[in-house]
């Protein structure tokens, strides 16, 4: 039965990586916005590298 | 900071919308409506962004707002407005104050609790599977013993953490003297918990670890969905309060126009309205001349002509032609806030409302506690000692813990305003599909919601082809919507050339037709000769348009607001399933007569005011009837808080969708019998929850209290239960559920 010593604890750890992917998801506002994320996935990717490429043209901040 | 205030008034005015970020950068939200695709995000994301001075732009299609970050400076958060208009929608400041962060927050929390609670569930779970399977086979003492340890490490930490909420508000209703359900749910996590602590501390074969972890997380899942429930309906209300406050636009002396928020704006300033602006406070037009859609405030779907000197109110719609309106009043004082005021006074109507669930609560805590109490003093004096007493206590407490009462209400809500969303009608009260189940009598308003407040041209069939050709290539230029009526009837005839074609706001169309001047509008603007008009015979009762005719004589086009298409059936159908109706109308007698006798209404009257609706409303409570009032003007508004349920359709004023429990998007008025089936059927399943709920109490309870309640008939007794109130919500959804 000593495997049990090794497995029990791989268990939770594995368990546990879960559980802090999905705080870390909650945290990072992952949840804040269901109906834009699903949108968001039509969106044009090149467009998307217009934006940011906007963005890098904007002054840089004071 | 200040110096720079001084330079530009416009953005001192928000100050209380813009957040100050380090870096030199401002962080402000606005709430846009109209976003409600992928296209639209990427628009305004898009435009945004290639502004200079704007370092990032986030729209949340959830919540209809954009956040803009930029770099602070004079006058950006007009010229972000402005972007955000000129990509083609409307733009609110949206001010941070109205934003309820305890919402979201206390969403969050009950999600970590939920993630917390089910990690710990799954794993104690397992490990109390092992030593229940352990009992019948081989498992030594010492194995047993290790998996209770490590139960008590996974269960006892994630029962303080997740717990919290349970313990925090039955801390509360004792601190007050009352109970809720969460003292039972609290006392028996609790015990349970602490007891297991000592039974694994003894070395003893049953623990309930997994019944107190697995509790608090069915629990919460009950939690979770009430709050969601309760934020969204939240979210929908406060984004109308936003709309309401966008900005007006000012002269200033200077002659130089600035965007302040409308609660800045003093008697005696002077604001300009384009066409399609609302009016942002009560005043007199000083230039201009337009038509102005009163609906929002008398129901009336006909615009009124603005002429200089006119008063216009806060909240109605510009509809034609710029103006220079006077402020006569301040924000505080307007019709608008009058009727905001009305509404608040009407809310307490509703206070009496207990929830079914606090209902059962009040004596079933006591019930549960008593029981508990009773079975250790039971087992102490038959001489057991106070240790099997004691887990015959918890076991009871954990027996009858109300996990399926916890979920059996949350769940048929959200199954059911599922059911409801799909057919297009938005719950906005958390409790109002309850009391909708309630409901003996159904009040309704006449134009905008029996009618489709839309005119519909009533004489085409007396009017010559060729005018009503002429009328319609007139009627096409212009957005109003007795022009419109007109157009919609002459739409697919040969349209005659016409030159010059422009709209005089106030008057009506006019046009050259062979070198001659043709004219659709007003009766005193159209037709030279007075005593032609005269001569008509003036029974109709609805809204007129004249035509200068090709002959040189003057047509009259007359028109009537048209019953929505399934009025009938609808009032036909609740009157069937026993349901008194009513109309309450502002209109006229004749009119609402009318109206009524259509639709085989007996109960109506007409000429009312908001306060007239109130004091019917109330008369018909006091006599023990539960009404529902569907309504849509601003003048409706109070009387849907005054009503124990209210609906509005999204055509209905801002104010009003606030103020309406219920808001349905249809062109019919069919969603609202649906709304009412679909709530009595909920009310049903919540019953019929409650029954199985109690019912498994009945089989469970004795057994408990007798001492035959191991950990493993626990577990399985909780879940189960849990398991079929869920399933029987969600038989809403499947079935009939839809149809009506």
């Not at chain 2, 898009?46 to 299609?61: I, K, P, Q």
């Not at chain 2, 003996?440 to 489709?452: A, C, I, N, Q, Y």
Request: proline letters at 4%.
């Amino acid at each position: 039965m000593t495997v049990l010593l090794f497995l029990i604890p791989i268990a939770l750890f594995l368990g546990g990586l879960g559980l802090l992917a999905f705080l870390w998801a909650l945290k990072s506002g992952q949840y804040d916005d269901l109906d834009g994320a699903a949108e968001r996935i039509l969106l044009d990717d090149d467009d998307d590298d217009e934006n940011q490429s906007d963005e890098g043209n904007a002054p840089p901040s004071a | 900071m200040t110096s720079m205030a001084s330079h530009s008034p416009a953005i001192d005015a928000w100050s209380g919308q813009v957040r100050s970020l380090e870096n030199g950068l401002s962080e402000m939200d606005f709430l846009v409506p109209g976003m409600h695709c992928a296209g639209c995000m990427r628009k305004i994301e898009g435009g945004l962004s290639a502004l200079d001075a704007v370092t990032d732009a986030r729209a949340n299609l959830s919540t209809r707002r954009v956040r803009v970050r930029w770099q602070t400076g004079a006058k950006n958060v007009e010229n972000i407005r402005a972007a955000i208009e000129s990509l083609g929608f409307d733009a609110a400041p949206f001010d941070a104050r109205l934003a309820d962060q305890g919402d979201n927050a206390r969403s969050r929390s009950l999600l970590r609790g939920i993630a917390i609670s089910g990690f710990a569930a799954a794993n104690v779970m397992l490990l109390s599977v092992s030593v229940w399977a352990g009992l019948f086979s081989d498992m030594d003492g010492v194995t047993r013993q290790l998996f209770h340890w490590i139960s008590a490490l996974i269960a006892l930490p994630a029962v303080a953490y997740a717990g919290q909420p349970f313990f925090r508000s039955a801390a509360s209703a004792l601190k007050v003297g009352q109970m809720n359900m969460d003292v039972p749910i609290s006392l028996g996590v609790i015990l349970a918990s602490g007891a297991s602590l000592l039974e694994t501390m003894r070395g003893a074969e049953h623990v309930y670890f997994d019944a107190a972890i697995s509790l608090v997380f069915f629990l919460l899942i009950g939690r979770y969905l009430e709050s969601a429930m309760r934020s969204r309906a939240g979210e929908a209300a406060r984004n109308l309060l936003a709309i309401r406050s966008v900005a007006a636009i000012r002269i200033d002396e200077d002659g130089e126009r600035r965007s302040v928020p409308v609660e800045a704006l003093m008697p005696g300033d002077r604001v300009f309205v384009a066409p399609g602006m609302r009016v942002p406070a009560d005043g007199a037009v000083a230039e201009g001349a337009s038509d102005v859609d009163m609906s929002l405030l008398s129901g009336e779907s006909v615009p009124e002509r603005a002429l200089a000197g006119d008063n216009v109110y806060a909240g109605t719609l510009n509809l034609s032609g710029p103006l220079l309106v006077d402020i006569k009043a301040a924000s505080e004082d307007t019709l608008l806030a009058q009727i905001a005021r009305l509404m608040e006074a009407a809310e307490q109507g509703r206070a009496g409302f207990v929830r079914l669930a606090d209902r059962i609560a009040r004596f079933y805590a006591p019930m549960v506690h008593l029981l508990a109490a009773g079975t250790f003093v039971g087992w102490m004096l038959i001489g057991a000692g106070w240790h099997p007493a004691l887990m015959t206590a918890v076991s009871v407490l954990i027996i009858t813990c109300p996990c399926a009462l916890g979920l059996a209400v949350p769940v048929v809500q959200v199954v059911a305003s599922g059911v409801l969303l799909r057919l297009g009608v938005l719950v906005k009260s958390a409790d109002g599909l309850e009391r909708l189940g309630q409901i003996d009598e159904v009040v309704f308003d006449k134009t905008g919601t029996l009618t489709s407040g839309v005119p519909d041209l009533v004489n085409g069939d007396a009017i010559p082809i060729a005018d009503l050709a002429l009328a319609a290539a007139l009627a096409s230029q212009s957005r109003h919507p007795l022009s419109q009526a007109v157009a919609v009837a002459g739409a697919g005839l040969p349209m005659p050339k016409l030159e010059q074609i422009h709209e005089v706001p106030g008057y009506g169309v006019e046009g050259i037709l062979e070198s001659r001047k043709v004219r659709l509008g007003r009766r005193d603007w159209v037709v030279q000769d007075q005593s032609i008009a005269a001569r008509e015979d003036d029974s109709h009762s609805g809204p007129d348009l004249w035509l200068s005719g090709l002959d040189g004589s003057a047509r009259r086009f007359l028109f009537h607001d048209r019953l929505r298409s399934d009025a009938q059936d609808v009032v036909a159908a609740l009157l069937a399933s026993g349901k008194t109706v009513r109309l309450l109308s502002g209109d006229r007698e004749a009119v609402v007569a009318q109206t009524a006798a259509q639709l085989g209404i007996t109960h109506w009257q007409a000429r009312c005011s908001p306060a007239d609706k109130i004091a019917a409303l109330n008369a018909l409570s006091e006599s023990g009837k539960r009404v529902l009032m569907v309504g849509d003007g601003l003048n409706d508004a109070p009387a849907l808080r005054a009503a124990h349920v209210s609906m509005s359709p999204a055509s209905a004023a801002d104010i009003s969708q606030t103020a309406a429990d219920f808001v349905f998007q249809s062109e019919s008025l069919r969603p609202v019998l649906h709304s009412i089936i679909i709530a009595h059927k909920a009310r049903n399943r919540v019953l019929e929850n409650f029954g199985l709920a109690f019912s498994y109490n009945l089989v469970a309870v004795p057994l408990a209290v007798l001492g035959f309640v191991t950990p493993l008939i626990a577990a399985v007794a909780m879940s189960s239960s849990s398991i079929l109130v869920t399933l029987n919500a969600l038989r809403l959804r499947t079935g009939s559920g839809g149809q009506p």
